[in-house]
């Protein structure tokens, strides 16, 4: 029998349409009314206590029912690019407009399913995308549909039904004390000279290392101050950033070869500075291009591959030069705690996973470490 009328708040209505299907309706706890449909009253009646049950557990859908590219266009302007990075932003972008939006965007946020989304990582798969890449798309996607459960525009999560592929872990690869040093030699007198030096002696990141200016360093104190990084970015240029976490921002005890490195190599930047005249651009930076601009990060990748053939190295990333100081503080038996502070890791387990103390005198230490293995190559036993 069919039912018909407003029922008491909350009780609710099925009733059969004309053209054969049936409808449930009921009020929510705000007032407003609802509708679910079925094919059988069952159907409409089964939706119905469930929508019911939701709405008690304030977990029902109410807003609009939106197509997933819309959303994720408004969830990354709106909520998103306030507080992101310009090159997280990008990531962003890219990862939405490449692979979500060709393959999902069509679909409705209330109608998209798991298997809709484990579909999209499998053809990401078979196309040779990297895990990491789909790694990425996941993370995107959880965080966007969380935000939308909190909007109540979906009632649950598809992706945490999900499971990406795993990462496998690449081994790092890294110099030992003899390789550093005929890296260091190789680069004697090339313009990567003071880049090289400073990557192998306090492990900064190479965007810490082209965004140093001469204002970070002090010569009498042997310290240095990692206070920014900088990255290129298609159609932005060089953009300038604050380090990712506090503990990024750090100060560096620098070795006493160093000192005398950057010293001789400001007395270069000076005269190369005379030459240009007018035209250098003055960014204060330490590591820099002929006329005083940013070092073009390509430049440093096709140099370094013509330095690590000279040292007779195998082909690495700068990156690994952050990662062989790590390995060489070890293997000086450095404690944990110190080398975490120089390397400004967040965690220690990104370290070594070792708790302790870390002091002033530890990191002083680390810098009399690096002259007592490369001093003898670039100074004389009268400098002071």
Known sequence: ??????????????????????????????????????????????????????????????????????????????????????????????????????????????KLMPQHVQALYTKMGKKGLSPKTIQNVHGLLHNALDNAMRWNLVARNVTSMVKPPRIRK???????LEQARALMLAARGDRLEMFIALALTTGMRRGELLALRWSDVDLDKHVLHVRRTVDFIARYGYVENEPKTERSRRDILLPLFVVTMLKAHRVSQLEQRLKVGSDWVDLDLVICGLEGNYLNPRYILKMFAKLL??????????????????????????DPLSVQELAGHEDITTTLGVYGHVNYSMLQFIADKFDEVFKQDWMSDDVN
């Open 170 to 176: 690449k081994e790092k690869q890294s110099v030992n």
């Open 1 to 110: 029998m069919v039912k018909k009328g407003r029922r008491g708040h909350g009780e609710g209505t099925v009733t059969q349409r004309k053209d054969g299907r049936w409808h449930g309706a009921f009020y929510s706890e705000d007032g407003k009314r609802h509708f679910v449909y079925g094919s059988t009253q069952q159907e409409a009646l089964a939706k119905l206590r469930k929508a019911q049950r939701e709405d008690e557990q304030g977990m029902l859908v109410t807003g609009p029912n939106l197509k997933l590219g819309a959303y994720l266009e408004q969830w990354l302007e709106e909520v998103q690019k306030p507080t992101l990075r310009v090159s997280s932003y990008v990531k962003y972008r890219k990862l939405i407009n490449s692979y979500i939006v060709p393959a999902l965007g069509g679909f409705q946020l209330q």
């Open 309 to 334: 053939q000279s040292a007779g190295l195998p082909h690495m990333r700068i990156h690994d030069l952050r990662h062989s100081v790590l390995s060489l503080l070890v293997g000086m038996q450095i």
